[in-house]
């Protein structure tokens, strides 16, 4: 029984730990260098938006404010369908170059950079959504790393900002730089395996179309690095995103993110081949298959830790462990309780981080098991 435990900690450690631990000393070891150069080839910005009149103005701006050859910069929105003033903003741009590029019906995300794809051009493509703001240089930093021919795909240096130091908040930045470090050690071991959504450019040659209902911010990096290009991370162009402040909205992200990843894997499944991909494989398993699994291995943990104290009180070792689980789970708990009622303890933001991913995962794993997963979703929009 205890053989049992210390093997499902040990899993768990692995997961969040190990691998951690490993992919940077492999980093290290292996050291593959990225050729950059100042080149300024001809990029195209795409921006997704679906009913966005509140925000898309400001982020039209501060995209035109972006320091990059005009003559070599093209902004298109791609407009999902919207029923809001969106359309109507994005035309009075017109004159200062912006373009609207509207799919009808309402078809979601990938389907509607799908359609977009299809009908424009132009060397580099950047994928960026309209509530993300970049630096006036994260194109030039971003595009400098495609002077490497074997670099099919750059991914940026997301920055999530907080200023109420909410729980959520709190959580999901110390989340997203542990996943920062990691995104910069896959780079030195030879490619990405995923990318930030909001902020990835490739080379538009490359592109794949997608099904509907797959999220291309995982999937789209496999497809390439399938291709035999690499996916790469610039850690120096940066852009900023406002965290999710409410446990309710976080939890949707989650389970929608996660749901799409594994949705992803499914459909690029042919990379978890460790012969033909050993580097993809590694980290697929890794960093998001046993990741996703967590949740079955830590309920799988406390329910034998329980059975174990019950069968044998004297057991130190299960009679601690079992403790230790109930307080983690009691503060991650307390830390909901307190939200719900307006109070904030950044102390007690990581176990229900914690708890909050596991749980997610969790029900995305039951859920891509039971159903296909839709291809449109509603933002939770934060005031």
């Known amino acids: 029984m205890s053989t049992i435990l210390v093997n499902l900690i040990l899993?768990?450690?692995?997961?969040?730990?190990?691998?951690?631990?490993?992919?940077?000393?492999l980093g290290k070891l292996i050291r593959r260098k990225v050729h950059k150069n100042d080149i300024q080839p001809h990029v195209t910005m795409l921006i997704a938006a679906y009913n966005e009149?509140?925000?898309?103005?400001?982020?039209?701006?501060?995209?035109?404010?972006?320091?990059?050859?005009?003559?070599?910069?093209?902004i298109i929105v791609v407009s999902d369908g919207s029923t809001d003033g969106t359309d109507e903003i994005v035309k009075s741009y017109a004159a200062k170059g912006v373009e609207l590029f509207r799919v009808e019906g309402r078809v979601g995300k990938t389907e509607a950079r799908n359609v977009a794809m299809a009908a424009i051009e132009g060397e580099i493509i950047i994928f960026s959504d309209a509530t993300t703001t970049y630096k006036e240089d994260t194109v030039q930093k971003m595009v400098r790393n495609?002077?490497?021919?074997?670099?099919?795909?750059?991914?940026?240096?997301?920055?999530?900002?907080?200023?109420?130091?909410?729980?959520?908040?709190t959580g999901q930045k110390l989340?997203?730089?542990?996943?920062?470090?990691?995104?910069?050690?896959?780079?030195?071991?030879?490619?990405?395996?995923?990318?930030?959504?909001?902020?990835?450019?490739?080379?538009?040659?490359?592109?794949?179309?997608?099904?509907?209902?797959?999220?291309?911010?995982?999937?789209?990096?496999?497809?390439?690095?399938?291709?035999?290009?690499?996916?790469?991370?610039?850690?120096?162009?940066?852009?900023?995103?406002?965290?999710?402040?409410?446990?309710?909205?976080?939890?949707?992200?989650?389970?929608?993110?996660?749901?799409?990843?594994?949705?992803?894997?499914?459909?690029?499944?042919?990379?978890?081949?460790?012969?033909?991909?050993?580097?993809?494989?590694?980290?697929?398993?890794?960093?998001?298959?046993?990741?996703?699994?967590?949740?079955v291995f830590i309920i799988s943990l406390f329910v034998i830790n329980n059975?174990?104290?019950?069968?044998?009180?004297?057991?130190?070792?299960?009679?601690v462990l079992l403790v230790l689980q109930f307080l983690f789970y009691f503060i991650a708990l307390c830390a909901y309780a307190l939200e719900k009622n307006g109070i904030h303890n950044r102390l007690a933001a990581i176990p229900l981080y914690f708890l909050i991913l596991n749980a997610a995962s969790l029900v995305a794993l039951?859920?891509?098991?039971?159903?296909?997963?839709?291809?449109?979703?509603?933002?939770?929009?934060?005031?």
């Open 11 to 25: 899993i768990v450690l692995y997961t969040y730990f190990g691998y951690f631990v490993a992919v940077i000393l």
């Open 53 to 74: 009149e509140k925000g898309i103005a400001q982020k039209i701006e501060e995209t035109l404010n972006l320091n990059y050859p005009k003559e070599k910069f093209r």
């Open 146 to 169: 495609f002077a490497d021919p074997k670099v099919g795909m750059v991914t940026g240096h997301l920055i999530y900002r907080d200023s109420t130091n909410t729980q959520m908040g």
């Open 175 to 295: 989340y997203w730089k542990y996943e920062s470090t990691i995104k910069k050690a896959q780079t030195s071991m030879g490619t990405l395996t995923g990318s930030v959504g909001c902020v990835t450019a490739f080379r538009k040659e490359l592109y794949t179309p997608l099904p509907e209902n797959i999220i291309e911010d995982f999937t789209g990096p496999l497809m390439l690095v399938m291709k035999g290009f690499r996916v790469v991370y610039e850690e120096e162009a940066l852009c900023f995103e406002d965290t999710t402040k409410k446990v309710a909205n976080e939890w949707n992200m989650r389970v929608r993110v996660i749901r799409g990843g594994m949705t992803g894997m499914l459909h690029a499944r042919k990379i978890l081949n460790p012969v033909a991909y050993p580097i993809p494989f590694f980290q697929l398993i890794s960093h998001k298959i046993l990741r996703w699994l967590i949740p």
């Open 307 to 319: 059975y174990a104290v019950w069968a044998d009180p004297q057991n130190v070792f299960a009679v």
């Open 366 to 383: 039951v859920k891509t098991i039971t159903s296909n997963l839709e291809s449109t979703w509603e933002t939770q929009r934060e005031g």
